[in-house]
């Protein structure tokens, strides 16, 4: 439903920092939801997606799509450099496994002056956990959620604080001895029900209610930014954006209270209400819709990038005239110490 105001919010980004020539790069398409916001945009897109059964299944919603198997955890990417003038993700770059290394294999396809733009809507989702880097095998991660009810992050319990079950019931003792058993991997599968999250989350309070708080949104801003610089580049541009729709009060919005005329995604925290000032704006029947959706818009810092890749081409073409015996292994041996250490730069 909020389909028009998510693209409205998406599209004045990509207005201000987007031009009609560029090449775009999406990563982690997954079933294409990017491509449905802006449709118009899609000629420009190379959608990709490292999971090979969501791009089968991708392919058969959109079977003329080009989206192709790409993990940026993974070298090589099937793509040269500088191919790119843009990179988009949508709720992806908060899933990676190490995002450093990502933003340095997507660094490499774009241009020199290339962009990278990073939309979310959603609030930091589960999977997130797995690459807060946190002292595994001494805390043990439970759920926890905001005063308004939305998963938000984990409570860090120590290890031997979560094994003393003396102030639980049987059946809390019964799970917490599951949970640690293997808590990323019960977190991950629990994040399907909501109230089994729940439930951890109100045994962690009772086992440590002081316990630190990692939130997921927070933690992923903070350690984007830091990657961004640590992998040359430059943020221009980050925050948040609305976008609005005037949509029909249909009983997709799950009406719960008819007098509600305002539905307002902020980042996946929905709230309705009632806005005395949009009865004059709404004819009867209508609803606002509201999509709030974070970006964050970084570029390429050629300082950092240029000496790199010289290097790189330096070393390839070293190989290949190693290779063709142009260069005695002794001596390419050698060349490549002095490259790697920087001594020619
Ligand atoms: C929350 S989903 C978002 C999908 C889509 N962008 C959307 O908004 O509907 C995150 C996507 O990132 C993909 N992903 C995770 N790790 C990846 C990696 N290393 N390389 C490329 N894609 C990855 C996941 O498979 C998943 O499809």
Excluded: C
């Excluded at 340095?104 to 020199?112: A, K, N, P, S």
């Amino acid at each position: 439903m909020s389909k028009d105001a998510s693209a409205g919010a998406v599209r004045q980004i990509l207005g201000r920092y987007i031009e009609v020539k560029d090449k775009i790069i999406e990563i982690g398409s997954g079933l294409g939801w990017f491509a449905q916001l802006v449709p118009d945009y899609i000629d420009r897109i190379q959608q990709t997606e490292a999971d090979p059964k969501l791009v089968e299944k991708h392919k058969s919603l959109y079977p003329k799509s080009n989206i192709q198997v790409v993990d940026v955890n993974n070298l090589p990417l099937p793509f040269g450099k500088h191919s790119f003038d843009v990179a988009l993700g949508l709720n992806t770059l908060d899933e990676l496994l190490d995002l450093e290394y990502a933003l340095m294999t997507i660094g490499r396809t774009l241009d020199t002056n290339g962009k990278l733009v990073h939309f979310r809507d959603l609030v930091g989702s589960p999977q997130s956990l797995v690459p807060i880097d946190y002292d595994r095998g001494q805390y043990a991660p439970f759920p926890t959620f905001d005063k308004e009810g939305y998963s938000e992050g984990i409570r860090l319990i120590r290890w031997d604080v979560a094994q003393n079950l003396r102030r639980l019931d049987t059946n809390a003792k019964l799970i917490v001895a599951k949970y640690l058993e293997d808590p990323e991997g019960w977190y991950e599968r629990l994040a399907a029900s909501k109230q089994a999250l729940r439930d951890l989350s109100d045994i962690g309070v009772r086992l440590s209610s002081q316990a630190p708080v990692i939130r997921f949104d927070e933690y992923f801003l903070t350690n984007f930014e830091s990657a961004l610089r640590n992998t040359g580049y430059n943020i221009i541009d980050s925050g948040k954006i609305d976008g609005t729709s005037i949509v029909d009060k249909s009983p997709a919005l799950k009406i719960r209270n008819p007098k509600d005329n305002i539905y307002h995604n902020d980042v996946g925290r929905y709230r309705r209400k009632f806005d005395s000032q949009l009865v004059g704006e709404l004819v009867p029947n209508k609803v606002k819709l509201v999509a709030t959706v974070q970006y964050l818009v970084a570029q390429k810092d050629t300082s950092f990038w240029a000496p790199l890749e010289a290097r790189v081409t330096m070393i390839l073409n070293l190989l290949e005239a190693a290779e063709k015996g142009k260069v005695s292994a002794e001596d390419a041996k050698k060349m490549l110490k002095d490259l790697s250490s920087g001594a020619t730069r």
